[in-house]
C-alpha cells in the first residue's frame, strides 16, 4: 500500500475512530477481540501474531509516530475503530 494513502486513512482514524499505540496495547485489544486491524513499523522489536489484518508499514517507528502525532517512536498502532477511513476495505 502506498505509503502517502495509508497516512491519510490514518490521520482518518485518528481524528474519527479510535486506536491504540503500542505493543502491550495490541496483545491487549487482539485478546479482547477489539482490534480491526494492526499497523507495524518495518523496525518493531517483535512480530505479532493474529486473526486480523497487518499493515507492514514502510517506515519506521519513528516514521510512523509522527503520522500519528506523537514525538516518539511507535512499532504498532492498533485501530479498533475506523470511523470515517475505509482503509480495512483497501486492504482486503
Same mark, same amino acid.
Given at each position: 500500500?502506498?505509503? /502517502?494513502?495509508?497516512?491519510?486513512?490514518?490521520?482518518?482514524?485518528?481524528?474519527?475512530?479510535? +486506536?491504540? +499505540? @503500542? !505493543?502491550?496495547?495490541?496483545?491487549?485489544? !487482539? *485478546?479482547?477481540?477489539?482490534?480491526?486491524?494492526? !499497523?507495524?513499523?518495518?523496525?518493531? #522489536?517483535?512480530? !505479532?501474531?493474529?486473526?486480523? #489484518?497487518? +499493515?507492514?508499514?514502510? $517506515?519506521? @517507528?519513528? /516514521?510512523? $509516530?509522527?503520522?500519528?502525532? =506523537? #514525538?516518539? *517512536? %511507535?512499532? %504498532?498502532?492498533?485501530? %479498533?475503530?475506523?470511523?470515517? *477511513? =475505509?482503509?480495512?476495505?483497501?486492504?482486503?
Amino acid at each position: 500500500m502506498n505509503r /502517502d494513502v495509508l497516512a491519510k486513512e490514518l490521520k482518518k482514524i485518528i481524528k474519527t475512530g479510535k +486506536i491504540y +499505540i @503500542g !505493543i502491550k496495547q495490541a496483545k491487549k485489544a !487482539i *485478546s479482547n477481540g477489539e482490534a480491526k486491524l494492526l !499497523i507495524i513499523a518495518n523496525n518493531a #522489536p517483535e512480530k !505479532i501474531d493474529a486473526n486480523v #489484518p497487518i +499493515i507492514e508499514f514502510e $517506515g519506521d @517507528g519513528f /516514521d510512523l $509516530g509522527a503520522i500519528c502525532g =506523537k #514525538p516518539f *517512536s %511507535v512499532s %504498532v498502532v492498533t485501530v %479498533v475503530s475506523e470511523g470515517e *477511513s =475505509k482503509l480495512s476495505a483497501m486492504v482486503k
